[in-house]
């Protein structure tokens, strides 16, 4: 780790045993961000939180806006942190979420340009940068992708960086996705990771060597890292499950069609054409739904999509709600970090079926919550599917089972678990 000058340290990081103060920065704030915020409130650590947009429900302009604007917007609400500990960057975003589905959404947010995810993420991070020198926190908390220049002036002023790598080394992955593109060319177009430029990744490099430390979701993205990043940088937290919902008993006539949930962007990353194979092998024996975005124009997605039950996006809750609606989960992912949806559709008494690469082995054991199948194997997702759609007593099994580990590793004890890292790290 860089070593802070010893005055200079006592003072940003306080004497061992005091509470450092952590900017934390973050252009969307899913549900692993949303608990950070909310630990570092807990606990009396927080210096400022930075995103893009932060909406306020109560205002007379939410009152203005069409329906589905509002909906939108109500997404980037962030009531767990005060507000005067509230910083935006909102204007690119907000250019972004308008353009992104009509015909100037090519030009101004494909890419890298500047209204694109990661153009907007570049200008976010700039602006975090710009904050260091005049709040002078303890320590910095940020993100893949979001963390280039920030920690340069981390650096320079002697602040800790503390960086969270949510997905596979960005390297491992690429490697893993060029052969997958050879090996399903119908889906190739669907790995949107392989554009990005080589500026781009040597950015996300000199990100990851700056890190003081590292935080990882699951052992999956540690072992992603080995060779790369020094084992004592890494810090391993999974992420957490929302509260257990009470759900209605499953359909126990084995011959009623099982309903099989898709919940994700609709790209070949989260293993949706293995899917949609496994699903077109059982016939009437399964109903498919599926929520999440289209990437871009795919012949196979498409025709699924006309096909099947498919929702382009809904509010967290109620995909929540459309969890209980289901029999299982599906997700035969690639590579994930530590998939989210996998522990809230736990929570929602939802078997799952999912890859060794979600980084969900940590709570889903083969044959108790669900089942583990390996990537590329459009077979084997069939072959347990329908050992669900023929056993309804094992399928409620596993619910009651799933139930169970998802309050084992709820939200709550993440955000006990890292604050406690994070004071012990900045408490020398």
Known sequence: MRQLPAQEKNVRMGNKGDKPRVLLGHPNGNQNVRNVLSSLVEHGMLAEFWTSIAWNPQSRWNRLLPGSMRAQFARRSFPEAPPSQVRTTPWREIVRLGARSTPLG????????????????????????????????????????????????????GIAALYELPSSYWYWERKLLTEEAQRNPDYAELLPKLNDSAEYMRGKDEELRL?????VPSEHVRQSLQGVVAEEK????????????????????????????????????KGIGYLLEAVE????????????????????????????????????????????????????????????????????????IVTPNTGSLGFVRDG?????????????IAERLETLYRDRDLLAEMSRRAQ????ENSWENFRVNWARVVGSLACF
């Open 106 to 157: 090519g030009m101004l947010c494909a890419g890298e340009q500047p209204f694109s995810s990661i153009g907007t993420a570049l200008y976010f991070d700039d602006c975090v940068a710009r904050r260091l020198a005049q709040l002078q926190p303890g320590a910095v908390y940020a993100y893949e992708g979001v963390a280039h220049h920030t920690f340069r002036e981390a650096a320079r002023l």
């Open 211 to 215: 890190a003081d430390y590292v935080f």
């Open 234 to 269: 890494i810090r391993v937290i999974s992420y957490g499950a929302p509260p257990v919902r009470p759900r209605k008993a499953f359909a126990r006539n084995a011959g009623e069609t099982l309903k099989v949930l898709f919940a994700g962007s609709l790209v070949q990353r």
């Open 281 to 352: 092998m059982l016939g009437s024996q399964v109903e498919l739904t599926m929520v999440g975005r289209q990437f871009r124009p795919n012949a196979k997605v498409g025709a699924a999509c006309r096909r099947w039950n498919w929702i382009e996006s809904l509010p967290h809750a109620q995909v929540l709600d459309v969890m209980l609606q289901s029999d299982v989960l599906v997700l035969p992912s690639l590579s994930e970090g530590c998939a989210l949806v996998v522990l809230e559709a736990l929570a929602c008494g939802l078997p799952v």
């Open 368 to 380: 108790q919550e669900g089942f583990v199948v390996p990537i590329c194997r459009a077979d084997a």
């Open 404 to 407: 169970e580990t998802a309050a």
